[in-house]
């Protein structure tokens, strides 16, 4: 039986991993923020687990409750997108702080504390990222905070990914498609089911040579 993490699983595309990872016979940990997720999580089958990533304390406690863990595959899930910008308007500074902790600085936090579980399965870790963090593939300002952090979190998974390889880890940085979720908005293009489906089958497919790229859900390698 395959161990799943998945982080920041209370909704979204991260509750969806949860689900069909679960229904797969997986053993599923995933993490929540709050009573209502983690029951939620406990009547799909997953073992809910408490963390808050913009608390560095919390993450090192979490990186001790995995010890002696082998995991398959980490989902890094957690994320926000911030100011619906549509131009050049300047986030206010609290702004910036919790879009930036939030995609970049709890992932570089996460890296180390997964890296012994996963290395000890030769696992993957997967971080849920966006086209919007493609400079090569911007047409558009919009959401210019959300895509700032989006491109340094590509930069994230894509150094992770060299100083991970000799320990045999597999890192990707995934673009999971417009999807219908509270982020993405009800008139967005994909199914969250069919968005993760697209998404774990590249997660399952993906070896040393796809390490460290940028991949949508249809298994497609973007441009950075």
């Given at each position: 039986?395959?161990?799943v993490?998945?982080?920041?699983?209370?909704?979204?595309?991260?509750?969806?991993?949860?689900?069909?990872?679960?229904?797969?016979?997986?053993?599923?940990?995933?993490?929540h923020?709050?009573?209502?997720?983690?029951a939620?999580?406990q009547?799909l089958?997953a073992?809910?687990?408490?963390?808050?990533?913009?608390?560095?304390?919390?993450?090192?406690?979490?990186?001790?409750?995995?010890?002696?863990?082998?995991?398959?595959?980490?989902?890094?899930n957690?994320?926000?997108?911030?100011?619906?910008?549509?131009?050049?308007?300047?986030?206010?500074?609290?702004?910036?702080?919790?879009?930036?902790?939030?995609?970049?600085?709890?992932?570089m936090?996460?890296?180390?504390?997964?890296?012994?579980?996963?290395?000890?399965?030769?696992?993957?870790?997967?971080?849920?990222?966006?086209?919007?963090?493609?400079?090569?593939?911007?047409?558009?300002?919009?959401?210019?905070?959300?895509?700032?952090?989006?491109?340094?979190?590509?930069?994230?998974?894509?150094?992770?990914?060299i100083?991970?390889?000799?320990?045999?880890?597999?890192c990707?940085?995934?673009?999971?498609?417009?999807?219908?979720t509270?982020?993405?908005?009800?008139?967005?293009?994909?199914?969250?089911?069919?968005?993760?489906v697209?998404?774990r089958?590249?997660?399952?497919?993906?070896?040393?040579?796809?390490?460290?790229?940028?991949?949508?859900?249809?298994?497609?390698?973007?441009?950075w």
């Amino acid at each position: 039986m395959p161990t799943v993490l998945i982080i920041g699983a209370s909704r979204g595309i991260g509750l969806e991993f949860a689900l069909q990872y679960a229904a797969d016979g997986a053993r599923v940990l995933a993490t929540h923020r709050s009573p209502d997720a983690s029951a939620r999580l406990q009547a799909l089958g997953a073992a809910p687990l408490p963390l808050d990533v913009l608390d560095p304390a919390a993450i090192a406690g979490f990186g001790r409750l995995l010890a002696g863990e082998a995991i398959d595959v980490a989902v890094i899930n957690a994320g926000i997108y911030g100011p619906r910008s549509t131009g050049l308007e300047a986030p206010s500074a609290d702004e910036f702080d919790r879009v930036m902790h939030t995609n970049v600085r709890a992932a570089m936090q996460l890296f180390p504390v997964l890296a012994d579980p996963v290395a000890a399965a030769r696992g993957t870790i997967a971080v849920l990222s966006s086209r919007m963090g493609s400079m090569a593939l911007m047409r558009s300002p919009t959401g210019w905070l959300y895509r700032a952090s989006k491109a340094a979190l590509n930069c994230v998974v894509r150094s992770a990914s060299i100083d991970l390889a000799a320990r045999g880890i597999v890192c990707l940085a995934l673009h999971p498609g417009w999807v219908r979720t509270d982020m993405g908005g009800a008139g967005a293009d994909l199914d969250v089911a069919d968005s993760v489906v697209g998404l774990r089958r590249l997660i399952a497919g993906a070896d040393t040579a796809a390490s460290g790229g940028f991949f949508d859900d249809k298994g497609e390698r973007l441009a950075w």
